[in-house]
């Protein structure tokens, strides 16, 4: 008896200290040097990047384990939204996304830019310079409240599933004049695209955004949001989320 209760109590013990279910995660893939596909094998689930080095920073000592999903982005907000994923590595904040999203603290700025092709550079300044031109985007992507407003009330921006797709219409069609993307994203996909001699990223930044790991609200995760602004604050005080950006830069280009 002494024997079967032993082994009771230690099922029980391991349960509670392993048994928990993985926390899934997604991300605008590809998204160098945030989150990416490291062998570009997606049935592989092999999610590298900083976000991924942020989670597992913190959750490993948790004992919980990451589990990459991989899907198109506006296929992920949607499983956010639903809870049928709890994390979003590379998001930026909006009104609307925050109804269904926690956003802990930011992890890194970045800027999203106007990539034209080659030769075809254009006077940008501000929004209204795009006004009357053929933009390309990604589907699903935003770039922060204001501008998105003004995209759908101003401009012509086609969205495609894809960056390769939308440099491939931008370079080869020749019917459209600028891609809305995030800076690093676009140097690093265009040079292992083919396309590095082939665009040009105008100076001034479309905008200027904090990028997030979200946690679904639907999500039992969401409760660690707190302890992880927390630790997201110290290590980018003390250098270790640009170090890890250093490295993701590095591996990008090898």
Request: aromatic share 14%; with cysteine.
């Amino acid at each position: 008896m002494k024997i079967l209760l032993y082994y009771f109590l230690f099922c029980l013990m391991c349960g509670t200290s392993f048994a928990q279910e993985p926390l899934t995660v997604a991300a605008a893939l590809p998204a160098k040097p945030y989150a990416w596909i490291e062998d570009n094998k997606p049935e592989s689930n092999n999610m590298v990047g900083v976000g991924m080095d942020i989670l597992h920073a913190f959750f490993d000592e948790l004992k919980i384990e990451l589990q990459p999903k991989i899907y198109p982005w506006a296929r992920s907000l949607h499983y956010a939204k639903s809870g049928e994923i709890d994390a979003l590595l590379t998001i930026f904040y909006t009104k609307a996304r925050a109804e269904f999203m926690e956003f802990p603290e930011h992890y890194l700025d970045i800027d999203v830019c106007v990539i034209v092709p080659k030769g075809k550079i254009f006077k940008f300044e501000k929004w209204d310079d795009l006004i009357g031109k053929r933009g390309i985007g990604i589907r699903g992507d935003s770039q922060g409240n204001e501008f998105d407003n003004f995209d759908k009330t101003t401009l012509n921006i086609f969205r495609v599933t894809d960056i390769k797709q939308a440099f491939a219409m931008l370079v080869h069609k020749d019917r459209m004049d600028y891609l809305i993307y995030v800076r690093e994203t676009a140097l690093i996909d265009a040079a292992k695209l083919g396309y590095s001699d082939k665009i040009e990223i105008l100076p001034v930044p479309v905008t200027s955004q904090k990028l997030y790991i979200t946690f679904a609200k639907k999500s039992k995760y969401a409760k660690y949001v707190p302890a992880l602004s927390k630790k997201i604050k110290l290590w980018k005080s003390n250098g270790k989320i640009k170090e890890w950006y250093n490295g993701a830069m590095k591996k990008c280009f090898q």
